[in-house]
């Protein structure tokens, strides 16, 4: 499958249509003349029409730093 313009891998560019597809069967309207009833085949439509704006959200934490954390269990004093 070829990389979609505009998207850094395929796998985001099915998530970001299935996210469009599911607003559009619960109501949305869609922003592109189509003729197809199928939301699925609406989202693609709007992805290539430039339509569907998308934002990859900043990541607070690195995976490393997150595996790094050290827990203390809840009631431990930590005087044993």
């Not at 249509?17 to 592109?32: D, E, H, K, M, T």
Request: hydrophobic letters at 35%; aromatic letters at 4%; charged letters at 30%.
């Amino acid at each position: 499958m070829k990389l979609v313009e505009g998207f850094d891998s395929n796998y985001r560019y099915v998530l970001v249509a299935a996210r469009r597809a599911r607003q559009i069967q619960n109501g949305a309207r869609p922003v592109v003349d189509t003729h197809s009833r199928k939301p699925c085949r609406i989202a693609e439509e709007e992805i290539q029409a430039g339509r569907v704006k998308w934002e990859i959200p900043p990541a607070t934490k690195s995976p490393a730093e997150l595996a790094s954390e050290v827990l203390e269990p809840v009631g431990h004093d930590g005087d044993d």
